[in-house]
């Protein structure tokens, strides 16, 4: 699959996957970014891409962010028909202010395949063995 990307600014970098056989590449910080703790941020990533019909980007939290720094994403679906320049949201869930320099890993994307489903209003659900049970309902 060809993912197109543009750069919205000259100075931005491409998306790049670390190793070859990575699911998710890595979106890169255009600009120096504080995030204090307990607070969000938006970071421009300096492109746009085009995601292929039946596809989604999904952003996830780099998992160094998020183990050492308690940085977590926020707002993590690009739709395919999206053209604007991704800018990425997050959130310092951490005790101490976080900076992302330029050119930073922010976050990954993975490309997956979607599916439309059909949306058919109901009366009735049919049983299983979970049926409503929910949050902590399988134990510990």
């Not at 993912?3 to 990575?22: I, Q």
């Not at 746009?48 to 720094?69: A, Q, R």
């Not at 951490?94 to 209003?121: N, P, R, S």
Request: charged share 30%.
């Amino acid at each position: 699959m060809e993912l197109r990307v543009k750069k919205a600014d000259p100075e931005a970098k491409l998306p790049a996957y670390a190793h070859s056989n990575d699911a998710g590449m890595d979106l890169y910080s255009l600009e120096e970014v504080e995030v204090p703790p307990g607070e969000s941020r938006r970071i421009r990533s300096g492109v746009t891409m085009e995601i292929p019909e039946g596809y989604v980007g999904l952003c996830w939290d780099k998992s160094g962010l998020s183990m050492n720094h308690g940085i977590k994403v926020l707002a993590g679906v690009i739709d395919s028909g999206f053209r604007g320049e991704l800018v990425m949201a997050v959130i310092n869930l951490g005790k101490e202010a976080y900076t992302f320099k330029k050119g930073d890993k922010v976050m990954q994307m993975l490309m997956q395949k979607v599916e439309q489903v059909e949306i058919t209003e109901v009366n009735e659900l049919s049983d299983s063995a979970r049926g409503e049970k929910g949050f902590g309902s399988t134990g510990k």
